[in-house]
């Protein structure tokens, strides 16, 4: 027997602290019991107490969240729409000038690298997004060095090479790619586009990119996988939870769904201080995670602390056997920032690393992966285990030239998140789509300018990398430089 809708103006009885319902997709759930737990504050939830939360909660949470976690007496059931009373949000006067600068911005053809998708996204985006997206740790400086570190490699070029035909199609983890790039983990898609990383699926299928779905997706795990294509190849970001039953179903749930990698991030035991958006978010509710004046501010910040109470700051070089019996898949390190734990990765029989500081989000001061690249390869080398195990690189990577750098250092492939994502956020699925191709267009040009047909023949006498282990000030590189939102600044006095 269908339940009987509830109406808006039932559900409006229950608006208090002690008796708490919202709307999520046409549903009613009674959420008071869970307001002290929820990681981002009570204060969110009771702003949308007795009315419609969906704005709020997508791009937050995955679309089952509730239906996983909340216990099955909170479900009130469904809700007929048509009486509930939508408040007429008034238009902020910094929310109509976002919106004029949309209507003027810039056409895609106007963008001719990943940087102008930076520049146009912070014009574009809410400033909220803007700064989770755009923000790192403490003051920045390793978000700045990933890609400074590029240019302090330059290229020993081949001439009289024929270079008519240029192939840079490689394998990754066994699988063919059209190049060797691949869209990283990144949380939270909707805070960026409505439909978030669905959006990332369907342009990486068309350019036959890998994507590395994040655990802290706006979308479910399965609407991602669904959204792509039977021949994409997937991997799985893991951020490990404390419980590990809940772990190993996500594991055994992927491997199942036919993800060809399970991507272990091992650089955040507590997620980074990214002060940028905790400002920002500060003057939004949702982020409610500083407590008031006086009580311990809590180090990490708005969104990403209301969805990683969960990780585990306890996992260990331990655990790594455990998730070996738990599946098939091939397991890399991502975070790995030291030779040593690369040869403790071989060891303990991982497939593969990802050298990456999280895009400087977390540790600052971190060196970048690229530097932790030059610092490894000779030593695989001298060990004879470079073919032990598959070497990645991510962090900066924004020209087709980094891609060549890493490549002739050694790395397997790179990880790219941050331009992909503002591609999406500014002009969707064919900004996505225009970014991979800007990269395959830059990448021919350069293979043939370096004097190099294919990948293979990429090796690091191509490149005079002596400058990179040295931090003294490189070239400026101005279109970064415009681009770049320094931290929004001290604390004005709201007003
Ligand atoms: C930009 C960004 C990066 C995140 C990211 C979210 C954003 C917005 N998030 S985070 O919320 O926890 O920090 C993740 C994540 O879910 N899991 C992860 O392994 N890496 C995460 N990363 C790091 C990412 O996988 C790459 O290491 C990093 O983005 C590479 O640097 P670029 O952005 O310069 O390409």
């Known amino acids: 027997m269908t339940k009987v809708e509830l109406t808006g103006v039932e559900v409006a009885k229950h608006k208090s602290a002690d008796d708490c319902w919202v709307i999520v997709h046409g549903r009613a759930y009674d959420v008071t019991d ?3 737990e929820h990681p981002g504050g009570s204060k969110i939830i009771l702003k949308y107490a007795g009315k419609d939360a969906t704005e709020e909660f997508d791009p937050i949470h995955p679309p089952d969240t509730l239906e996983k976690y909340l216990p099955k007496d909170k479900h009130k059931g469904p809700v007929d729409m048509s009486t509930v009373v939508v408040e007429k949000q008034e238009v902020l006067p910094e929310e109509q000038e976002r919106m004029k600068r949309i209507e003027e911005m810039p056409l895609l053809e106007q963008c001719y690298n990943l940087l102008d998708f930076e520049g146009v996204a912070k014009r574009v985006m809410k400033k909220t997004a803007w700064g989770y997206y755009s923000s790192a740790a403490d003051d920045e400086i390793t978000l700045r060095e990933n890609q400074t570190a590029f240019q302090r490699i330059w290229f020993r070029p081949k001439i009289l090479v024929n270079v008519e035909k240029v192939d840079f199609s490689t394998t990754m983890l066994g699988t063919k790619v059209d190049i060797p790039f691949y869209v990283t983990a990144t949380a939270l898609g909707k805070l960026g586009h409505v439909e978030g990383e669905v959006v990332l699926t369907r342009a990486s299928a068309r350019h036959n990119v890998v994507q590395m779905i994040p655990t802290l997706a706006s979308c479910s795990f399965d609407e991602i996988m669904d959204a792509a294509d039977a021949s994409q190849v997937q991997w799985l970001q893991l951020y490990v939870n404390k419980d ?17 990698g399970l991507f272990i991030t091992v650089d955040a035991p507590q997620l980074g201080r990214r002060e940028k958006d905790m400002r920002l978010k500060f003057t939004d509710e949702g982020s409610n995670v500083q407590k008031g004046s006086g009580e311990k501010t809590d ?28 599946t098939k898949m091939p397991i890399v390190l991502k975070g790995v920032q030291r030779v040593e734990d690369v040869l403790r990765a071989v060891e303990v029989g991982c497939a593969g690393v990802v050298l990456s500081n999280h895009g400087g989000r977390q540790l600052d001061f971190a060196r970048s992966g690229i530097e932790v690249l030059a610092e490894t390869m000779p030593v695989l080398k001298k060990m004879g285990l470079e073919k032990k195990i598959e070497v990645y690189v991510d962090g900066g990577v924004r020209r087709a030239t980094d891609i060549i750098k890493a490549l002739c250092l050694g790395a397997k492939g790179v990880g790219i998140g941050r331009p992909f994502l503002y591609a999406m956020s500014a002009y969707g699925q064919e900004g996505v789509e225009r970014a991979m191709q800007l990269l395959k267009d830059e ?10 047909r294919t990948i293979e023949e990429l090796n690091e006498g191509m490149v005079d990398a002596r400058g990179l282990f040295s931090h003294g000030v490189g070239p400026v590189n101005f279109l970064a430089e415009r681009v770049y939102d320094p931290l929004v600044g001290p604390p004005q006095r709201e007003r």
């Open 443 to 452: 990448m021919e040009m350069n293979m043939r300018l370096i004097g190099a």
């Open 299 to 326: 180090n990490s910040q708005g969104a990403a602390r209301a969805i990683s109470s969960f990780i585990d700051p306890g996992l260990c070089w331990d655990d790594i056997p455990w998730f070996r019996s738990v």
């Open 34 to 36: 869970f307001l002290p």
């Open 244 to 260: 590990r039953a809940i772990t190993k179903r996500i594991v055994e749930h992927a491997e199942k769904r036919g993800c060809k």
